[in-house]
């Protein structure tokens, strides 16, 4: 056992006394594991028709579709946030404040609301447009959620920039525009890529709020085989198993971008927190406290 | 404007449930966060490799799955909860890993040097715990734990999907019956979510500014 700042290296006594917890531990758990397997066995939750549909062609088809669709909406969520982020992280750092105050009006705003209200909102806003209004209000909301988020990342990393930079340009002669386009963005998104991969596995996560409104993704076409073979438990572990290996993938990305590119330097206001941020629709990543 | 005054009381009682549901489940995920917390900082080698599938398990797969799971699968393995405890028990199986990894960070962000320092100078087991390591890990845990309970009151609006009626819900009522009025209903039920993150947010302001160090 590594030093620790809650207990003393042990003895030879406490030693024993900790395996005897560890075996404890181990038999209690194994109790646990085995009676969920139990009770899924009894009630013939391991019966094949159940996992059929998962070996099947035509269903691993949709599945695939909806995985498709919902690493798109993702994929556009992100795009649209980084850019919403740049643009308002920015204009909460302008020093006109009727710039200023809306971008946080703005922020402060769709941080504090739920993204499921914000989907719906705009979902009933797009009810009669043509195309896929579903879609378009799951993309819209995670946006402007993740949006706000990577504003204030943005915001966090441009001021992480050490101060000499920016009057050095000045120095030189440069613009207000010039230093924060060609001096102060870049470096900060160096420092702010590992935070917005976290926020990018938040996005995906979220995607999953498309069932609220059946836009097409892969919860929906799970609720599509669920509704089809009656297999609920095994549809929902199916998508849960889905999520949790491409979110680890993420995780994986942004500790290795962190370590190759960035080194021990951290966003302040996210720094250290980022990778707990709980979110089906909800970081307070960087709260500002 | 008029919708929102007509339908004030149904709001007051969403507003309610919300709040309920926040506590509840916010209390028990603090229970069962410092739980994991324990076992994963702790010297059991077993529940340490417990304590880390669990929580890498919980949070990267999203509420909404796991309320799908609970919602449709328990009643189905012929255990039957109520639609609220359901929805308490989904939030709190969700929301534990990450006060988990908000209370972990907290210990560890106290050098080992301090324990160190208490020890040489003759405290014991108990007194190095109440004078130095736990008033610093509390004050470092202050920010995170309200951005967690913060994400939480955000995530209660999926018991919207899920049988309750709360403000989420009650939006997605009065959208249908009022669909002229969107954006007063929007932003009027959005606001009792910016009260509510609002007073987390001012507590733990007051909080950190208490703990503050002289």
């Given at each position: 056992?590594?030093?620790?700042?809650?207990?003393?290296?042990?003895?030879?006594?406490?030693?024993?006394?900790?395996?005897?917890?560890?075996?404890?531990?181990?038999?209690?758990?194994?109790?646990?594991?085995?009676?969920?397997?139990?009770?899924?066995?009894?009630?013939?939750?391991?019966?094949?028709?159940?996992?059929?549909?998962f070996?099947?062609?035509?269903?691993?088809?949709?599945?695939?579709?909806?995985?498709?669709?919902?690493?798109?909406?993702?994929?556009?969520?992100?795009?649209?946030?980084?850019?919403?982020?740049?643009?308002?992280?920015?204009?909460?750092?302008?020093?006109?404040?009727?710039?200023?105050?809306?971008?946080?009006?703005?922020v402060?705003?769709?941080r504090?609301?739920?993204?499921?209200?914000?989907?719906?909102a705009?979902?009933?806003?797009?009810?009669?447009?043509?195309?896929?209004?579903?879609?378009?209000?799951?993309?819209?909301?995670?946006?402007?959620?993740?949006?706000?988020?990577?504003?204030?990342i943005?915001?966090?990393?441009?001021?992480?920039?050490?101060?000499?930079?920016?009057?050095?340009?000045?120095a030189?002669?440069?613009r207000?525009s010039?230093?924060?386009?060609?001096?102060?963005?870049?470096?900060?998104?160096?420092?702010?890529?590992?935070?917005?991969?976290?926020?990018?596995?938040?996005?995906?996560?979220?995607t999953?709020?498309?069932?609220?409104?059946?836009?097409?993704?892969?919860?929906?076409?799970?609720?599509l085989?669920?509704g089809?073979?009656?297999?609920?438990?095994?549809?929902a572990?199916?998508?849960?198993?889905?999520?949790?290996?491409l979110?680890l993938?993420?995780?994986?990305?942004?500790?290795?971008?962190?370590?190759?590119?960035?080194?021990?330097?951290?966003?302040?206001?996210?720094?250290?927190?980022?990778?707990?941020?709980?979110?089906a629709?909800?970081?307070?990543?960087?709260?500002?406290? | 404007?008029?919708?929102?005054?007509?339908?004030?009381?149904?709001?007051?009682?969403?507003?309610?449930?919300?709040?309920k549901?926040?506590?509840?489940?916010?209390?028990?995920?603090?229970?069962?966060?410092?739980?994991l917390?324990?076992?994963?900082?702790?010297?059991?080698?077993?529940?340490?490799v417990?304590?880390?599938?669990?929580?890498?398990?919980?949070?990267?797969?999203?509420?909404?799955?796991?309320?799908?799971?609970?919602f449709?699968?328990?009643?189905?393995?012929g255990?039957?909860?109520?639609?609220?405890?359901?929805?308490?028990?989904?939030?709190?199986?969700?929301?534990?890993?990450?006060?988990?990894?908000?209370?972990?960070?907290?210990?560890?962000?106290?050098?080992?040097?301090?324990a160190?320092?208490?020890?040489?100078?003759?405290?014991?087991?108990?007194?190095?715990?109440?004078?130095?390591?736990l008033?610093?890990?509390?004050?470092?845990?202050?920010?995170p734990?309200?951005?967690?309970?913060?994400?939480?009151?955000?995530?209660?609006?999926?018991?919207?999907?899920?049988?309750?009626?709360?403000?989420?819900?009650?939006?997605?009522?009065?959208?249908?019956?009022?669909?002229?009025?969107l954006?007063?209903?929007?932003?009027?039920?959005?606001?009792f979510?910016?009260?509510?993150?609002?007073?987390i947010?001012?507590?733990?302001?007051?909080?950190?500014?208490?703990?503050?160090?002289?």
């Amino acid at each position: 056992m590594a030093a620790s700042v809650l207990f003393d290296a042990p003895g030879p006594k406490t030693r024993a006394r900790h395996r005897l917890y560890g075996v404890v531990s181990a038999i209690v758990l194994a109790a646990i594991l085995g009676a969920i397997i139990w009770k899924l066995w009894e009630k013939d939750q391991f019966a094949y028709r159940y996992w059929e549909p998962f070996v099947t062609p035509r269903i691993i088809n949709v599945l695939l579709e909806g995985l498709y669709k919902t690493v798109g909406a993702a994929i556009f969520a992100v795009i649209g946030a980084v850019a919403f982020g740049i643009v308002f992280g920015v204009a909460k750092l302008s020093d006109h404040r009727l710039v200023r105050w809306p971008a946080w009006v703005v922020v402060e705003f769709f941080r504090a609301v739920p993204l499921l209200m914000v989907i719906i909102a705009t979902w009933y806003y797009l009810d009669a447009q043509p195309g896929n209004p579903a879609f378009v209000a799951l993309v819209v909301g995670l946006i402007l959620y993740n949006g706000s988020v990577i504003a204030e990342i943005v915001r966090a990393g441009i001021n992480a920039v050490p101060s000499g930079q920016a009057e050095a340009a000045y120095a030189i002669g440069m613009r207000k525009s010039q230093v924060m386009r060609i001096i102060l963005l870049p470096q900060a998104i160096k420092i702010m890529i590992p935070a917005i991969i976290s926020q990018a596995i938040v996005a995906l996560k979220d995607t999953s709020l498309g069932y609220a409104i059946l836009a097409p993704g892969i919860t929906v076409a799970g609720k599509l085989v669920y509704g089809e073979f009656r297999n609920t438990i095994q549809t929902a572990l199916v998508l849960a198993a889905f999520y949790i290996v491409l979110n680890l993938l993420l995780s994986a990305l942004a500790t290795w971008v962190q370590r190759r590119y960035v080194g021990e330097k951290q966003v302040e206001v996210v720094g250290g927190i980022v990778q707990s941020q709980p979110d089906a629709g909800a970081s307070g990543a960087g709260l500002r406290i | 404007m008029d919708v929102l005054i007509d339908n004030a009381d149904v709001l007051f009682r969403a507003f309610g449930v919300t709040l309920k549901l926040l506590l509840v489940s916010g209390l028990l995920s603090l229970l069962f966060g410092t739980v994991l917390a324990a076992m994963r900082v702790g010297p059991v080698r077993v529940l340490n490799v417990a304590g880390t599938v669990y929580v890498n398990i919980f949070r990267n797969n999203p509420l909404l799955i796991l309320l799908l799971l609970l919602f449709f699968g328990l009643p189905k393995l012929g255990i039957h909860f109520s639609y609220f405890n359901l929805n308490v028990l989904a939030l709190t199986l969700y929301t534990s890993p990450f006060i988990c990894e908000a209370l972990r960070a907290g210990v560890n962000s106290i050098p080992i040097g301090q324990a160190e320092a208490a020890r040489s100078i003759g405290l014991g087991f108990t007194q190095t715990m109440r004078h130095v390591v736990l008033p610093q890990a509390f004050r470092a845990v202050v920010p995170p734990v309200a951005s967690v309970l913060i994400a939480l009151t955000k995530n209660t609006s999926l018991v919207s999907i899920f049988g309750l009626l709360d403000l989420t819900a009650r939006m997605k009522g009065l959208l249908n019956d009022y669909p002229s009025q969107l954006w007063w209903i929007f932003i009027g039920i959005a606001l009792f979510y910016v009260v509510i993150v609002e007073l987390i947010s001012l507590g733990a302001a007051l909080l950190e500014r208490r703990w503050r160090i002289a």
